[in-house]
């Protein structure tokens, strides 16, 4: 009996050393969604309530901070580019030749009537930075092993108060997202349906992104193909290159 109890005490510390926490899986999920530069051409395809239409876009991203996206189709979407700095995000149009900075009420609004909106696509895509984390519980979703996450917001004005994630405990690749206002309403909800293999990572090429509070079936995004690690000119992450 002493033996065993001695054995016990000497086991805990080590379990303990091992137990991997909430916000050691979401580090690992921010290093396998982000990257230093990468180029992608992809679809959204938006689900409304009088039909649906897509968009296909490229989009040049340099670590966290800078994106760039034209819109190459439809005709009447052709030439619109985005531009993020930062927190700062400016919109050509080439109808009016005109561009315009998105700011303060304009963030809520919908980028290209899609389910996603400005303030979705200004937000800092490294999680770690902006929640914390707890496991909650561990789920099958879609056939796969997942740690199920809550997510609380580590500052007052985050977009989202607190998120549920479901990480593949394989992949460390979200497969499910809830997102929640301060009061629990659900606002926002994410599923990524194909997940790939591409240059040394898993890449998320399908998902549906839903806006609650909106009718509809949602918004799809496709990737089409994507480049990691590619040299990028400094010039194509600056407000000139909006009207090139």
């Given at each position: 009996?002493?033996?065993?109890?001695?054995?016990?005490i000497?086991?805990?510390?080590?379990?303990?050393?091992?137990?991997?926490?909430?916000?050691?899986?979401?580090?690992?999920?921010?290093?396998?969604?982000?990257?230093?530069?990468?180029?992608?051409?992809?679809?959204?395809?938006?689900?409304?309530?009088?039909?649906?239409?897509?968009?296909?876009?490229k989009?040049?991203?340099?670590g966290?901070?800078?994106?760039?996206?034209?819109?190459?189709?439809p005709?009447?979407?052709?030439?619109?580019?985005?531009?993020?700095?930062?927190?700062?995000?400016?919109?050509?149009?080439?109808?009016?030749?005109?561009?315009?900075?998105?700011?303060?009420?304009?963030?809520?609004?919908?980028?290209?009537?899609?389910?996603?909106?400005?303030?979705?696509?200004?937000?800092?895509?490294?999680?770690?930075?902006l929640?914390?984390?707890?496991?909650?519980?561990?789920?099958?979703?879609?056939?796969?092993?997942?740690?199920?996450?809550?997510?609380?917001?580590?500052?007052?004005?985050?977009?989202?108060?607190s998120?549920?994630?479901?990480?593949?405990?394989?992949?460390?690749?979200?497969?499910?997202?809830?997102?929640?206002?301060?009061?629990?309403?659900?606002?926002?909800?994410?599923?990524?349906?194909?997940?790939?293999?591409?240059?040394?990572?898993?890449?998320?090429?399908?998902?549906?992104?839903?806006?609650?509070?909106?009718?509809?079936?949602?918004?799809?995004?496709?990737?089409?193909?994507?480049?990691?690690?590619?040299?990028?000119?400094?010039?194509?992450?600056?407000?000139?290159?909006?009207?090139?």
């Open positions: 009996m002493k033996l065993f109890i001695y054995l016990f000497m086991i805990i510390p080590f379990t303990n050393i091992f137990a991997v926490t909430g916000n050691e899986i979401l580090k690992k999920v921010d290093d396998t969604i982000t990257s230093d530069n990468k180029i992608a051409i992809s679809k959204m395809i938006i689900h409304g309530r009088r039909g649906s239409r897509t968009i296909e876009a989009t040049w991203v340099q966290v901070e800078k994106s760039f996206t034209e819109y190459l189709s005709a009447r979407e052709k030439g619109t580019k985005m531009l993020k700095l930062q927190d700062q995000l400016w919109t050509y149009s080439p109808q009016t030749d005109r561009t315009i900075r998105i700011a303060g009420h304009m963030l809520r609004q919908s980028v290209m009537g899609s389910d996603l909106s400005y303030e979705d696509y200004t937000e800092d895509p490294k999680l770690v930075n929640y914390n984390a707890e496991i909650i519980a561990e789920e099958m979703f879609n056939q796969r092993a997942c740690w199920v996450l809550k997510l609380e917001a580590q500052k007052s004005d985050i977009t989202y108060h998120r549920k994630i479901w990480v593949d405990k394989e992949r460390y690749i979200p497969l499910k997202e809830e997102r929640f206002a301060k009061s629990g309403k659900l606002l926002k909800s994410l599923v990524i349906n194909k997940v790939e293999w591409m240059s040394d990572r898993w890449v998320p090429v399908e998902m549906l992104f839903k806006d609650q509070l909106q009718q509809g079936k949602g918004t799809e995004f496709i990737v089409e193909s994507i480049e990691f690690n590619v040299n990028i000119p400094d010039y194509v992450f600056t407000r000139a290159a909006l009207k090139k």
